[in-house]
């Protein structure tokens, strides 16, 4: 689109002495942002279609590309920015809704960084990982309520069907259409590996991925596409999508241009039709109708499967989960607002919702003071960027983490924010074939199984300092815990000490 008035964000710099005129970047841009002037003979470039992705830097044989922050200004304003102005310009050129891809870019706390880690010292001593036992093994799921001992002495217990994870870190939905059928099959293969989970998201299962069911979480989304029996049962956990914490109170929508054949069977809608979730499910208004449908999901699947419901992060989060829990759910995911998306409205993006670090601490208080936080398994995802963020998530109470973002940048993604464009340069948010080629799934997979591997290992680390052998001990050991430049509401909010106390 030509957009009036705005200047490119970026420049392509090309260094005239190193380029050979391979002509690779032109051939390999899927954006059109090298150009080869024939009638000149020159190698040009259209800096306002460049988005920034670094794939012809990759893959310039001299390396002679550089990407540069373009140096147009405006005059400078802290109220009227430039990003400010160049939205008002983009509206004014197309009355829409502004359209982003990936997690906000305002600058709202990370509370992770504002939270520090204990270790241990002189009493309770540290665990060496390298030569203890550490166990990170996870157990996702409702716990018994009650033992009880048989005449004969045997324990008795009421058991649920749980989802064993062998780290505490589980890759969070991203729909087939959204995705790439490689992107997919990465992360079925790295699940499988590495003994977690992925998740369909809400574009159904496409055939050829059933046979990683043992490791896929199927989801149930509002615009239910590709539900079926043979789905629902494919999968080990169902997750129920109430909502998302990049766009709480908002559907989805996927482009007819992504609607190729494949996903359009896949999603059990004609081919190059936009899939558009509504933003309620249209037979949910009540904790009893959520219930209806968990029962509904158990009983298709003969009740051995756990329920899993996927909540964005909102201002009334606690009492929203509290209901959840008491629906019959097994699992609640709360998904925090830096989260990532395929699309979202920027307004809603960086405007509502709340951070996940207050969300998991406000809900787990809320379950544990009702005295019913045995009943769920808590995951937490929206901008878990590290092992040191994991760990800190389950000492406020998570069991375990949904990642999103750190998995795409695994398998290349370099977060040019242009996933709603479908033109992804490294095969990953794009259907088309020839962009989807570029994704090599077992390079894509070996790349995840590392990254998951090296956050274990630094978990078990981390465990091992404060003198923790057992991922239990952990979650919800807040005590582990201390808050720094915080105030005495974050800490509150966060059942938190300060550093130094
Ligand atoms: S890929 Fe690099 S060497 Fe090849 S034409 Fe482009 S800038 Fe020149
Ligand atoms: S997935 Fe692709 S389009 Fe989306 S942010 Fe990453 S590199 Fe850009």
Redesign the pocket.
């Known amino acids: 689109m030509n957009e009036t008035y705005i200047m490119p964000d970026y420049e392509i710099v090309r260094n005239a002495e190193r380029c050979v005129r391979c002509m690779a970047c032109v051939r390999l841009c899927a954006n059109g942002a090298h150009i080869f002037d024939e009638k000149r003979g020159v190698l040009t470039a259209d800096d306002s279609k460049c988005?920034n992705?670094h794939y012809c830097v990759a893959n310039c044989p001299t390396k002679a590309i550089k990407i540069v922050r373009s140096d147009h200004c405006f005059k400078p304003s802290a109220n009227y920015t430039e990003d400010v102005i160049k939205d008002i310009y983009r509206q004014a050129d197309t009355g829409g809704v502004l359209l982003s891809?990936?997690g906000t870019t305002k600058s709202y706390p990370v509370y992770w960084d504002k939270m520090l880690v204990n270790a241990s010292q002189v009493t309770n001593p540290p665990i060496d990982p390298l030569r203890e036992p550490m166990e990170i093994r996870t157990f996702l799921g409702k716990k018994p309520e009650t033992v009880k001992y048989r005449a004969d002495g045997r324990l008795e217990a009421e058991t649920h069907p749980n989802l064993m994870l062998k780290t505490p870190i589980m890759f969070s939905a991203m729909s087939y259409g959204s995705?790439s059928k490689n992107a997919h099959i990465a992360l079925a293969r790295a699940a499988e590996e590495l003994g977690t989970f992925y998740n369909t998201g809400e574009g159904g299962l496409h055939e050829d991925l059933y046979q990683y069911g043992a490791n896929t979480i199927v989801q149930v989304a509002s615009g239910r596409f590709g539900v079926h029996p043979a789905y629902l049962n494919a999968g080990a956990a169902i997750e129920i999508k109430m909502g998302q914490g990049a766009k709480p109170g908002i559907g989805g929508h996927l482009p007819g241009s992504k609607i190729g054949e494949d996903v359009s069977r896949t999603r059990m809608i004609p081919k190059g039709t936009d899939a558009i979730s509504p933003a309620p499910h249209h037979d949910i208004y009540s904790i009893e109708d959520l219930r209806q449908l968990v029962f509904g999901l158990k009983e298709a699947t003969d009740y051995k499967k756990p329920v899993i419901v996927k909540i964005a992060a909102v201002h009334n989060i606690a009492a929203i989960a509290s209901g959840i829990a008491r629906s019959g759910a097994d699992i609640i995911a709360i998904d925090g607002f830096r989260g990532g998306t395929?699309a979202a409205p920027t307004r809603i993006r960086d405007n509502v919702g709340i951070p996940i670090e207050l969300a998991l601490a406000a809900v787990d208080t809320r379950l544990r003071d009702e005295g019913i936080r045995g009943r769920v398994g808590l995951v937490a995802g929206g901008s878990v960027r590290s092992s040191a963020d994991v760990v800190k998530a389950i000492a406020l109470g998570a069991d375990a983490v949904y990642i999103a973002t750190p998995a795409?940048l695994a398998m290349?993604?370099?977060?040019?924010?242009?996933?709603h464009?479908g033109?992804?340069?490294?095969g990953?948010?794009?259907q088309s074939p020839e962009l989807v080629a570029r994704l090599d799934p077992d390079v894509a997979r070996e790349r995840l199984v590392n990254l998951v591997t090296a956050w274990s290992r630094e978990i078990m680390e981390m465990m091992g300092g404060m003198g923790i052998n057992s991922i239990e001990a952990l979650r919800g050991n807040r005590l582990m815990l201390r808050g720094i430049g915080l105030t005495q509401k974050e800490l509150d909010v966060l059942g938190i000490r300060h550093a130094g106390e």
């Open positions: 988005v992705c891809s990936m995705i395929g795409l290349g993604c370099h977060l040019c924010r242009s996933c464009g033109k992804c340069n490294w990953i948010a794009t």
